[in-house]
């Protein structure tokens, strides 16, 4: 089975400091026997400059677009050009200020979306999806809407908009610094639209079985196009929810301060689009149960919603796990970036009241302090903390004390893989307040440890009762915890194997990989690309059988019918793909149905 | 589902509403927040999960506790001075352009100044060092403040410019050469317009500031785009007219001060041998400059093309009219120049000039009081 996938990247793979680089190089790599056509956007000149990754040759080629830089102009609008321009941004911004925006679903359904032709007068007005689809088609035919987005035009549309009854209040007492401010910020999120990856010929986005972006921010918005125009099928993964990464940044205040009308158009653009982007999307894969929380309420649909747990680099883990030894029974290792948020205070009480009860016991702390923030004062305001809870200790008279809790870098002398570190843990410890997916818990899970982890974030869902959780801020909870462990070399034994096994099945990149694999087959399976050109022959007659019969059977035929589906998706002839590209510029971006 | 919960909470005997101190832990938070999930997303960071939620708030998850925070506070969406005031402290420091933009009109003064001192061979020598550092200055103070625009440049405009002011020195001694019919090879130069021009940039840039920051000041305080406009087109007005006003000044000071200084050195001979001009007209310079700050302030505010086409059309006219003097001396053509000559005649040869520019000056200003007062040209 043969798919050709269309992978859509923001600021990531394949440059090399990109942030969701390894996951991606792991799944292209993974999956060898399918072709990929990476699409890369570039977030600033220094992730351009860092260079790309080498590719493997199942990447067939490598397209990337700055988002940082401002796209060339064609030139001005015309008189025509310029209403169009006027009445799909007028939507888009009327759906954006629209009070109920956030509630209810007004774009309709695919094929409603699908088969209106844009520019007309359509029952889908005032739609944020029928505006965005309408500015794209403008700008594929046009180009020009990075200055149509920054003239007095679009400047007006925004002010009638925000002032048109309904509007949300928060919206209404915008200003012109405001609007400004949005029409800029909005000329960069849409600059997406302006790229030339929309054709059908080879390396365009209507080549592709599927679209797979990796998340519903920028990255998407080629994606939702491609669905748009040629009817290309879209997989969306979030590993983190981009509308949740966008309301933590401007509240970190990072963009400045900024007024209140601004960040509400802001977060109902943002919304608007993640929404649309949920709605089209074929499949949608969050990494851990709290991203798909915050995915369907941002209106996902649940049917279509599918877990895929990150897979992680583990042979030096699964080594340490598969061994016999269940770690030193006196010491407990925790692991991780050192930063506030990982509440290393709560983790020194807990040790202090363990070791009232145990006192040969030890802790590791494993990390470096981030780099970032106050980092380096946490890890000084922690030494301290340690150094006035436990006094030196020293095995005789004669002897040098030292501390029984020790801070260790990562690949210090003590442990020079971190593999290491855990196999001479009894118990690791995850002390944090705040957590995403925390990644040293599954790493722990790898090695076969018994684990004592406070509630937070996903670790519930990741360690699924393999090891004990206990609630943040509680160092009594987490000291109770740690001491029936402790004491209980069966129990931790079994935790431990528990948890390896655990770990085996959900986190590896077999099992990412696998699952991704799964998602493409059944994507192309359900909602195969449906190409004109393949169903006309050289007259323009129909070409009786070029479609499979099973094309239009609503079962899974994906395992079985290999033949059938390659001869649709893939072995089209060089010349049937540019027909395809004639009737696409035809049909003004229509389905080619 | 979130009305259940806060009832619960409400009512539950001896315990304070918990919503209630978690609201005022995050007061500020709240009311900033312009929709509950932004209160969700800020809640998780502090490291409430839905469990929590459930335990301790009574609500089903973080989403409906940040919805009842939300709807608890009051949302003030009317308060712009803290951006007006933030705005305007920026602005009181010494820029460097402040410093640099007299050097033009020094650099001017000086060259011609030695001009008048040296005599032959050095004159040249003088004359092209001048210009390149002239020239050099001018683009210094156009690259910083308020008369920079990187990236925004039409390509024909540094010609049209050139030409403007190569006509501003050479022009009027060729017209009146020609018109009065004088021996062909002597013309007068009128380099005292180059230095009064030069002289005005620290005005242009002045004015430019102004016009600027008070544009700035407007966009924070404006409601609307109309308010926005009718407030920056006096302001424009203003600008330009000050700017006139100031280099009407200029014009007319600097060529009495160099006639001292040529007075003197025609006593050693030199201004009679070189023929400079007692000094270009006041209103060819003031016409001139305004038109070159109308076009640096288009092309600032992302009109570059409309600025080359007003220089472009000053060069025209200002081209055609010494055409039409040169081509009048050949036989049969003479009715071609008479409207130049006697325009000359009338009103002095910088008339011509005087009119063009003026009168491009004047389409501009139109046009710029229509495209800069709109919000959009101050990004």
């Known amino acids: ?593 | 589902m979130s009305d259940g919960g806060t009832t619960m909470a409400r009512t539950a005997p001896g315990t304070a509403d918990p919503v209630k101190s978690l609201l005022h832990r995050h007061r500020t938070l709240c009311e900033d927040a312009v929709d509950p999930l932004e209160i969700a997303a800020a809640l998780e960071a502090h490291g409430i999960t839905d469990k929590a939620a459930l335990a301790r708030f009574r609500h089903r998850d973080v989403f409906a506790l940040a919805e009842e925070l939300y709807a608890r506070v009051p949302h003030d969406t009317a308060s712009a001075e803290p951006a007006v005031a933030a705005q305007t402290t920026g602005a009181k420091r010494l820029a460097p352009w402040m410093l640099v933009t007299p050097l033009p009109g020094l650099v001017a003064a000086f060259t011609l100044f030695l001009l008048d001192r040296a005599g032959g061979q050095t004159r040249l020598g003088v004359a092209l060092a001048g210009a390149v550092a002239l020239s050099c200055a001018v683009a210094a103070s156009l690259r910083h403040g308020p008369l920079r625009a990187e990236g925004r440049r039409a390509p024909a405009v540094r010609l049209w410019v050139y030409w403007l002011l190569a006509y501003a020195v050479y022009g009027d001694g060729l017209l009146t050469a020609h018109v009065e019919g004088g021996s062909g090879p002597s013309w007068s130069a009128t380099p005292t317009s180059l230095v009064a021009l030069s002289f005005a940039v620290v005005p242009a840039a002045w004015c430019a500031h102004l016009f600027s920051l008070r544009a700035r000041r407007g966009l924070a305080r404006s409601r609307g785009l109309a308010d926005f406009t009718a407030s920056t087109r006096p302001t424009l007005l203003v600008a330009v007219a000050l700017y006139a006003c100031a280099l009407t000044g200029i014009a007319l000071l600097v060529p009495p001060l160099f006639h001292d200084v040529h007075g003197y050195g025609g006593a050693l001979g030199v201004h009679g041998l070189h023929g400079f001009h007692d000094g270009g007209d006041p209103a060819h310079v003031a016409a001139l400059g305004t038109l070159l700050l109308l076009a640096r302030l288009l092309t600032v505010h992302g009109r570059p093309g409309a600025a080359a086409a007003g220089l472009a059309a000053a060069c025209a006219v200002e081209a055609l009219a010494s055409l039409s003097v040169l081509v009048s001396g050949l036989p049969g053509y003479a009715a071609l120049g008479t409207p130049v000559a006697q325009a000359v005649h009338a009103w002095g040869a910088g008339a011509v000039p005087a009119l063009a520019c003026g009168a491009a000056a004047a389409g501009l200003l139109c046009h710029a009081a229509v495209s800069l007062a709109r919000a959009s040209a101050h990004t």
């Not at chain 1, 933590?248 to 982007?277: I, K, N, Y």
């Not at chain 1, 494993?366 to 970032?372: D, E, H, L, M």
């Not at chain 1, 809870?389 to 004669?398: C, N, Q, R």
């Not at chain 1, 050289?538 to 239009?552: C, M």
């Open chain 1, 1 to 593: 089975m043969f798919v050709r996938i269309g992978l859509v990247t923001d600021g990531g793979y394949p440059y090399a400091n990109g942030e969701s680089g390894p996951w991606c190089d792991r799944l292209v790599r993974g999956l060898h026997d399918h072709e990929f056509d990476v699409y890369a956007l570039s977030r600033s000149a220094r992730q351009e400059r860092s260079g790309l990754v080498d590719p493997p040759p199942q990447v067939r080629r490598v397209h990337t677009a700055p988002l940082w830089a401002p796209v060339d102009d064609k030139g001005a609008y015309g008189r025509r050009e310029r209403r169009r321009f006027a009445e799909h941004l007028g939507r888009l911004a009327l759906a954006v200020c629209d009070e109920r925006a956030g509630t209810d679903e007004g774009a309709g359904t695919d094929e409603g979306a699908g088969t209106d032709e844009g520019a007309g007068t359509d029952e889908g007005a005032g739609t944020f999806a029928s505006g965005l689809y309408g500015l794209a088609e403008l700008a594929r035919e046009h180009g020009g809407l990075h200055a149509a987005l920054r003239s007095e035009t679009a400047l007006r549309v925004l002010e009638s908009a925000c002032r048109a009854p309904g509007a949300r209040r928060s919206v209404r007492g915008a200003a012109v610094a405001d609007l400004l401010a949005f029409a800029h910020e909005l000329e960069r999120a849409l600059r997406p639209l302006c790229l030339d990856w929309y054709d059908t010929e080879e390396g365009g986005l209507g080549s592709v079985d599927v679209c797979h972006a990796t998340s519903a921010g920028p990255a998407a918005l080629p994606g939702l196009l491609a669905k748009r125009f040629f009817g290309v099928p879209l997989l969306v993964t979030e590993y983190g929810v981009r509308l949740r990464a966008h309301y933590l940044a401007t509240d970190a205040g990072r963009e400045g301060p900024s007024r209140a009308p601004l960040r509400a158009l802001l977060a109902a653009f943002h919304g608007s689009l993640a929404a649309e982007v949920y709605r089209a999307a074929s499949l949608v894969t969050p990494g851990n149960a709290h991203a798909r929380r915050w995915q369907e309420r941002c209106g996902a649909d649940r049917a279509k919603l599918r877990t895929v747990h990150p897979g992680m680099e583990a042979e030096r883990f699964i080594e340490v796990g598969e061994g016999d030894d269940t770690g030193d029974r006196d010491t407990l290792v925790w692991v991780g970036a050192i930063e506030p948020a990982k509440d290393l205070v709560t983790l020194l009480h807990a040790f202090a009241q363990i070791r009232k009860e145990r006192p040969r016991t030890r802790m590791r702390i494993v990390g470096a302090p981030s780099t970032t923030g106050d980092g380096p004062a946490y890890l000084a305001h922690c030494r301290a903390l340690a150094a006035q809870l436990f006094p030196d200790e020293a095995a005789g008279a004669y002897a040098v004390g030292e501390n029984p809790v020790s801070f260790e870098e990562a690949g210090g002398p003590e442990s020079p893989e971190l593999a290491d570190a855990y196999a001479g843990a009894g118990i690791v410890v995850l002390s944090s307040a705040v957590e995403g997916f925390p990644v040293s818990l599954v790493e722990a899970m790898f090695c076969g440890r018994a684990t004592v982890s406070t509630d937070v974030g996903a670790v519930v869902e990741v360690i699924g009762g393999t090891g004990l959780v206990v609630p943040a801020h509680n160092p009594k909870a987490l000291a109770d915890a740690c001491l029936g462990l402790l004491g209980d070399d069966g129990r931790r034994r079994r935790l431990g194997a528990a948890a390896h096994s655990r770990a085996l099945e959900l986190f590896t990149i077999r099992q990412n990989v696998a699952a991704f694999r799964a998602a493409y087959l059944e994507i192309v399976s359900h909602t195969p690309v449906q190409r004109v050109a393949q169903a006309v022959g050289a007259g323009g007659a129909p070409l009786p059988f070029a479609a499979a019969a099973e094309v239009h059977v609503p079962v899974r035929w994906a395992a079985r019918a290999e033949e059938a589906l390659a001869s649709v998706s893939a072995q089209a002839p060089a010349s049937a793909r540019e027909a395809v590209c004639a009737g696409a510029a035809a049909g003004a971006g229509g389905r080619d149905v």
